[in-house]
Each structure stands twice: as structure tokens, then as C-alpha cells.
């Protein structure tokens, strides 16, 4: 943890932002190498919606810093080693009827299809430096292996 006094954000999408300042990044950056939509993390950061804690660990994971929700506000904290953090945390939802199972499948099916979008949009950007679709590329393919051991840890 930082030795400097953690401060105390009123959302998680504050948190974030200061994260990604502390870093000199942007959401833009955050998006390439998450693979999450531009959209959707303007969203979280002007706090229209929060995430879901798997999704909050998704957005965090190439960041130095863990943003946790504590009862006053929600504090960033320089990371300690937490491998797995968001296969630890879908194994909570192992319990699941055939039905859940099923549309939990689905889900997946239907995100794997919004990731070959994304792959078919990078193969097809001349903007972009070799770094930054190398970035991108592994953020794919980290999802897909996420995506996979979900259904692991969710339906199986």
C-alpha cells in the first residue's frame, strides 16, 4: 500500500479516473487495452452507471492500483499481488440450475461476438502503432481465456 494517506472517492468511477491520471493514461487507453467499450467506461467514469465487480476487476487489471468500495467511499490502492482476482470472483456463482447455465453460456457466446468485432475493427485500423495492436490483441485474447474459464467457474 502507498504510504501516502489514501483518499476516499465518492464513486467508483472517480477512483478510476484518478487511477488512470496517476498513470498519465486515458479512458481511450483504458478501452484498447480492456477491450471495453469507450461508451460504456465515459459511463462508469461520470458514475450514469457502476460496473459490476467482475467488470470493475476487468478495468483494473492493467492498472498499478485496486479501487475498493469500503462503507465511506470507495479507496484506490496500490496493488498488491492478486493474481486471478476475477476468476476468484465469478466462483461465486457456481450454483446454478440448468437454466442459468444455459443463458450464462449464451452471455458468453454473445461476448465472444462482440470480441471478434473488435478483432475485425483492429485488423482493419491503419492508425494504430504495432504496440498498441499488440495491446490490444492480448486484451482479446485475455478476455477470451476469462470468458472461457468463466463458464468453468460459473456453469461447470
Same mark, same amino acid.
Request: cysteine-free; proline content about 3%.
Given at each position: 500500500?502507498?504510504?501516502?494517506?489514501?483518499?476516499?472517492?465518492?464513486?467508483?468511477?472517480?477512483?478510476?479516473?484518478?487511477?488512470?491520471?496517476?498513470?498519465?493514461?486515458?479512458?481511450?487507453?483504458?478501452?484498447?487495452? @480492456?477491450?471495453?467499450?469507450?461508451?460504456?467506461?465515459? %459511463?462508469?467514469? +461520470? /458514475?450514469?452507471? *457502476?460496473?459490476? $465487480? &467482475?467488470?470493475?476487476?476487468?478495468?483494473?487489471?492493467?492498472?498499478?492500483?485496486?479501487?475498493?468500495?469500503?462503507?465511506?467511499?470507495?479507496?484506490?490502492?496500490?496493488?498488491?499481488? @492478486?493474481?486471478?482476482?476475477?476468476?476468484?470472483?465469478? %466462483?461465486?456463482? +457456481? /450454483?446454478?440450475? *440448468?437454466?442459468? $447455465? &444455459?443463458?450464462?453460456?449464451?452471455?458468453?457466446?454473445?461476448?465472444?461476438?462482440?470480441?471478434?468485432?473488435?478483432?475485425?475493427?483492429?485488423?482493419?485500423?491503419?492508425?494504430?502503432?504495432?504496440?498498441?495492436?499488440?495491446?490490444?490483441?492480448?486484451?482479446?485474447?485475455?478476455?477470451?481465456?476469462?470468458?472461457?474459464?468463466?463458464?468453468?467457474?460459473?456453469?461447470?
Amino acid at each position: 500500500m502507498s504510504t501516502q494517506k489514501s483518499k476516499i472517492f465518492p464513486n467508483f468511477g472517480i477512483a478510476l479516473k484518478e487511477a488512470l491520471d496517476r498513470i498519465g493514461q486515458t479512458p481511450a487507453w483504458l478501452s484498447r487495452v @480492456t477491450g471495453k467499450d469507450k461508451g460504456q467506461i465515459s %459511463k462508469y467514469m +461520470s /458514475n450514469k452507471i *457502476t460496473p459490476k $465487480r &467482475v467488470t470493475q476487476l476487468e478495468l483494473t487489471a492493467p492498472l498499478p492500483y485496486d479501487i475498493e468500495e469500503r462503507a465511506n467511499g470507495w479507496v484506490l490502492l496500490e496493488r498488491v499481488n @492478486t493474481e486471478n482476482r476475477v476468476r476468484e470472483e465469478v %466462483k461465486r456463482y +457456481s /450454483n446454478y440450475s *440448468t437454466e442459468q $447455465r &444455459v443463458a450464462i453460456i449464451e452471455e458468453v457466446f454473445k461476448e465472444i461476438e462482440k470480441l471478434q468485432v473488435k478483432f475485425k475493427e483492429l485488423t482493419n485500423q491503419s492508425g494504430l502503432s504495432d504496440s498498441e495492436k499488440r495491446l490490444q490483441l492480448d486484451s482479446i485474447s485475455k478476455k477470451i481465456n476469462q470468458l472461457t474459464k468463466s463458464i468453468d467457474d460459473k456453469a461447470g
